[in-house]
């Protein structure tokens, strides 16, 4: 066998491998914090994509900038990958735990929403940017202040 297909392939001593140093690049909660207080204004969008003609193709793109921006922000708390969280819906937050299977790998995860004290507010934002109406919403929201 050639050991190039199959699993030990790496293992043979011939195998080089080409280490490279990188640098990590992440957001600190400061500048998700930042991320998540950034107000979308029709300025900012207009200035962004000045090709942008009447209100209403100027409010479609402050929501899904939105959209974009509470999705990211889900997946930066949770930890959630990218084809998961931009899957969210209001759907997923089942009595106070987001629910779903993975994508990747089609393994069902919860995560306790309280894990992470910004996810009510965001998926609050999620569900105005999208115009959920609120038919799947926990009892319990209707409960707090």
Not at 16 to 26: C, E, L, Y
């Given at each position: 066998m050639d050991h190039l297909h199959n699993l030990n392939g790496t293992a043979h001593k011939n195998f080089?491998?080409?280490?490279?140093?990188?640098?990590?690049?992440?957001l600190s909660v400061d500048e998700l914090m930042k991320l998540y207080q950034l107000k979308i204004s029709k300025s900012a969008v207009l200035k962004e994509w000045p090709e942008l003609c009447g209100e209403k193709a100027v409010r479609q793109r402050m929501a899904t900038c939105e959209l974009v921006r509470n999705r990211f922000l889900i997946g930066?708390?949770?930890?959630?990958?990218?084809?998961?969280?931009?899957r969210f819906s209001e759907s997923n937050i089942v009595d106070g735990m987001i629910t779903m299977r993975t994508r990747k790998t089609d393994t069902p995860i919860a995560i306790l929403e309280s894990d992470f004290d910004l996810s009510k507010t965001i998926s609050d934002r999620l569900y105005q940017a999208t115009g959920e109406n609120g038919r799947n919403r926990r009892k319990s929201d209707n409960m707090r202040t």
């Open positions: 080089i491998t080409v280490a490279k140093d990188s640098d990590p690049i992440f930066a708390f949770s930890g959630m990958r990218v084809s998961d969280f931009s």
